[in-house]
């Protein structure tokens, strides 16, 4: 089976920077994806590791460690509106085809 | 507008009845997931069609089935409901087969209360 775990909760003030850890077990490893959530919203793509390293995509970036099963979502300058729930996915097992398998969550709070 | 819809936006039912949830996929998009979100938890894999054809199962109860038309657009189908079927349904889609290296895009998805 695969499982992923998170920190349930995270909290920061406007302009700092926050990194949400994401450690994985997967029988097979396809990826870490992240996505990020508004309160009762539809969750939205925000990034996919494949290989280990640094991927930015302008304030957030993500990292991976394949050797480490860990990975994170660095969040820089933040702004009210990064809070958020934000979740970690890799592609399940075989048994579950290609589908993304998530964790339960970090919710950040960005407080003035 | 991510491009999926989701219908009805929100549903309420009786314990004991059957729902059918709907979901159209983003144009060009063959790959359809369901996905249930209960509360402080996370995003639950229900079930995933390809191109008409189931690809893969995950946690969907015997209750629960699913099916892809031709047109693409999916339904989930609940039925003999139960108070902890509460949750939200989400339906994503992506390209391929696979979505992760361009990601899923959700629907606003569908509230379901059993009371």
């Known amino acids: 089976g695969q499982s992923l775990e998170q920190p349930s909760e995270v909290t920061a003030v406007e302009g700092a920077i926050v990194q949400i850890n994401c450690t994985y077990q997967t029988s097979g490893f396809y990826g870490l994806s992240w996505y990020q959530q508004h309160d009762g919203g539809a969750p939205t793509f925000l990034s996919y590791n494949a290989l280990d390293g640094l991927e930015e995509t302008g304030r957030f970036s993500s990292f991976l460690s394949r050797s480490d099963s860990y990975g994170y979502l660095l969040l820089q300058e933040l702004q009210m509106k990064d809070s958020a729930s934000y979740f970690c996915?890799?592609?399940?097992?075989?048994?579950?085809?290609?589908?993304?398998?998530f964790g339960k969550g970090t919710t950040l709070s960005v407080s003035s | 507008d991510s491009g999926v819809t989701q219908t009805p936006k929100h549903l309420i039912t009786a314990t004991g009845q059957r729902v059918t949830l709907r979901c159209s996929p983003r144009s060009g998009d063959l790959s359809v997931y369901w996905y249930q979100q209960s509360l402080d938890q996370g995003l639950q894999f229900l079930i995933q069609?390809?191109?008409?054809?189931?690809?893969a199962k995950g946690n969907i109860l015997e209750r629960f089935s699913a099916q892809q038309f031709p047109d693409l657009h999916s339904e989930l189908n609940l039925s003999s409901l139960e108070l902890g079927d509460s949750a939200l349904y989400f339906c994503?889609?992506?390209?391929?087969?696979?979505?992760?290296?361009?990601?899923?895009?959700f629907g606003s998805g569908t509230r379901l209360t059993v009371v």
């Open positions: 994503a889609s992506s390209i391929a087969g696979t979505g992760t290296n361009y990601g899923y895009t």
């Open positions: 996915a890799v592609r399940g097992s075989l048994r579950a085809g290609t589908a993304l398998i």
């Open positions: 069609y390809y191109n008409g054809e189931e690809r």
